[in-house]
Nanobody, 115 residues
Framework: QVQLVESGGGLVQPGGSLRLSCAAS????????MEWYRQAPEKQRELVAS???????NYADSVKGRFTISRDNAKNAMYLQMNSLKPEDTAVYYC?????????WGQGTQVTVSS
């Protein structure tokens, strides 16, 4: 069974930091591109950051310079370091493992940025 589990979300003040984790099982992790998405209420799910199987990273313009995506293939894990958080970063954050036309999603973890 494929399973992706996000963790690390919570409540943080503007300007604060959080580190999200995504633990994967049931896939050959190193072969998958890994992605972080987020979805706020009444909004479309948007791609926040991605890290390819080869290590290439991409970021949404809204988070560039503040977020850092990384992966540890030995641990079957992917991370999102979020700094200088803003209220508009508030959303449920999801990890996705993508390979060709097959993708797997986690349940999501809530990030709330508020004073």
């Amino acid at each position: 069974q494929v399973q992706l589990v996000e963790s690390g979300g919570g409540l943080v003040q503007p300007g604060g930091s959080l580190r999200l984790s995504c633990a994967a099982s049931g896939i050959t992790f190193n072969l998958y591109d890994m992605e972080w998405y987020r979805q706020a209420p009444e909004k479309q799910r948007e791609l926040v950051a991605s890290i390819a199987s080869g290590g290439t990273t991409n970021y949404a313009d809204s988070v560039k310079g503040r977020f850092t995506i990384s992966r540890d293939n030995a641990k079957n894990a992917m991370y999102l370091q979020m700094n200088s958080l803003k209220p508009e970063d508030t959303a449920v954050y999801y990890c996705n493992a993508q390979r060709r036309f097959v993708g797997y999603w986690g349940q999501g973890t809530q990030v709330t940025v508020s004073s």
